[in-house]
């Protein structure tokens, strides 16, 4: 019994883990998609026989440099984020070794009703 339950939990975490890795696979690719079509039509002939009299490169162009725009401000925010929590958690241990010292059973505080 117990066996079968350490075998459901490696199976969980080696999917999340085949999770996580597809979704950097496809970040990833993503990223290098976008600077490819970017890259190869920055010298286009326009064409403005399009929606609205736009050309559809430029208009592909644009959505492509938004999307690359907002991933990349989501990764550094979330970046940044992760660097303040280590900072964070590694200076409130050092913190919480001082603050261990004064605890009311150490302090000998009797605790009434």
Known sequence: MRCKKQYKKREIQNTKKIMILILLVSFIMLSLFSETFLLSHAEHEHDHNGI?????????????????????????????????????ITYLGSISSVLGLYTPVKLKIRLNN
Do not use: D, M
């Open 52 to 88: 609205s009299g736009s050309c559809t490169i430029c208009v592909q162009l644009h959505h492509a440099e938004n999307l690359r725009k907002q991933l990349y401000v989501a990764v550094a925010i979330t970046t940044i984020g992760f660097i303040s929590l280590l900072i964070t």
